[in-house]
């Protein structure tokens, strides 16, 4: 079922986390701390959203290298939805060129913390890991002829990285609601 991101307000501190990566490592927050601009994407491989902009969304991450710190992570319940497995992601991120750390959140407790409502589900953080970015990746989906480009994103990761005030009109991100785990889902 399509969702619409919560639209956490602006300016929101990043809530930390420290996961188990698909590689079996762990990352944490702080692990991300330093850069100019820190993305935190909720993913998954099985929704179509996701599908559609994974090769562009992973092009887009190694086009920035260490300018931009990045992190997908899947809170989706892996149980009743066992493409989302560890397995299933690392297929995912060989497939879709991910060159950023791919994170399970087992207990939902990330996803919760974000408000993470989609996948894909964006936050783009400043320096001070202050939320500046909420929203779709582009235009494109599924189902429409526009292409994948990452235009919405890029501008506020640009602006963010040159200094410039990120546009505060900004779209909700669509995509599959999170899988939460029977009993789980927010209140």
């Known amino acids: 079922m399509a969702a619409n991101s919560f639209m956490v307000p602006l300016g929101t501190p990043a809530p930390h986390f420290d996961l188990t990566a698909i590689d079996g490592g762990s990352v944490s927050l702080t692990d991300l701390k330093g850069s100019p601009a820190t993305l ?30 990045a992190v997908g992570i899947c809170s989706n319940d892996n149980v009743n939805y066992p493409d989302d497995d560890a397995t299933h992601l690392a297929e995912q991120a060989v497939r879709a060129g991910f060159t950023f750390p791919y994170l399970l959140d087992d207990t939902q407790e990330v996803a919760k913390a974000y408000r993470a409502a989609c996948t894909p589900d964006f936050f783009l953080y400043d320096s001070a890991l202050k939320l500046a970015y909420r929203g779709q990746f582009d235009a494109s989906r599924p189902r429409n002829d526009t292409p994948v480009t990452g235009e919405s994103l890029r501008q506020a990761v640009d602006a963010l990285l040159t200094g410039a005030p990120v546009d505060t009109d900004q779209i909700p991100s669509i995509g599959c609601s999170i899988k939460w785990k029977p009993g789980n889902a927010p209140a």
Do not use: D, K, T, W
Not at 40 to 62: D, K, W
């Open 40 to 69: 935190v994407i909720f993913l998954s491989n099985h929704c179509p959203y996701v599908r559609h902009i994974e090769h562009g969304l992973g092009a887009m991450v190694a086009e920035y290298g260490s300018r931009l710190s």
